[in-house]
């Protein structure tokens, strides 16, 4: 794990890149989230991430480790009728420097068009202007472990976490980046811990926000909320790289 000092005002967030970790969740449903990602390098899964178009895959920005592949197409990302597509670029957020700092986001270009069909689909994205509310029950999912030391598991699992007023995370973290959703961790015992990076909060069947950081020491009663970077805030950004095949100088 890497200990991350925050330039923040009390701020030390601990995470973890590799895998993914949903607590207290459930199996995803046969059937459901064929918009979910594995974002792999030459060791396999590294982070989550989430389908948008034929071509484009949103992660975060922090997930960059040798990236090589991504695997869509099964809830068990191991099955041998899963699709598994080279990428062949990387649009990572220029202002991203640390998850501490904000703009955790980054576009994956496929080298090859997603088959889209009954068991892979894109997910749309959250309107600029789409209002979230304080308790608001969302989703969130991705592979791994379970408990922060167990052991990774092969199936997407899912757990519901609600919206946390943003001046009360504020509070907890004692500061946040910008661009940010505040949702699960503190005040219950779900949520996503160490590494249960870029795959998407989801509401009403739309991404809102990207698994971003936690507090990693203390993931199954985590004394802080989970954060999230914000989609709304970077609608045109993604558009402007969907429609232009390309990363922005």
């Not at 989430?50 to 484009?56: G, Q, R, V, Y």
């Amino acid at each position: 794990m890497s200990l991350r000092l925050c330039p923040l005002p009390c701020v030390h967030v601990l995470y973890h890149i590799q895998g993914s970790v949903i607590v207290n969740g459930e199996l995803a449903p046969e059937g459901s989230m064929q918009f979910m990602v594995s974002v792999q390098n030459k060791n396999g899964h590294v982070c989550g991430g989430f389908l948008i178009s034929e071509d484009f895959v949103v992660t975060a920005a922090h997930c960059d480790s040798g990236l090589k592949h991504v695997i869509l197409g099964g809830h068990n990302w191991k099955n041998s009728n899963v699709k598994k597509i080279e990428i062949s670029n990387q649009c990572k957020h220029k202002n991203y420097s640390d998850v501490v700092n904000g703009y955790d986001i980054m576009l994956l270009k496929l080298a090859n068009k997603a088959p889209m069909g009954r068991n892979i689909k894109t997910i749309p994205l959250a309107e600029k202007n789409m209002k979230l509310s304080v308790n608001q029950e969302c989703s969130v999912a991705g592979w791994g472990k379970m408990v922060s030391t167990g052991g990774l598991v092969d199936d997407l699992r899912v757990v519901n976490v609600s919206i946390i007023n943003h001046n009360d995370c504020k509070k907890s973290w004692g500061g946040l980046p910008p661009n940010v959703i505040c949702a699960g961790g503190k005040y219950t015992d779900k949520g996503f811990c160490q590494g249960d990076s870029g795959g998407p909060l989801v509401w009403n069947g739309k991404a809102v926000g990207i698994v971003s950081f936690n507090n990693g020491k203390n993931c199954k009663y985590p004394d802080v909320p989970n954060v999230y970077t914000d989609i709304r805030k970077h609608v045109d950004w993604i558009n402007n790289i969907t429609k232009n095949k390309m990363c922005p100088m």
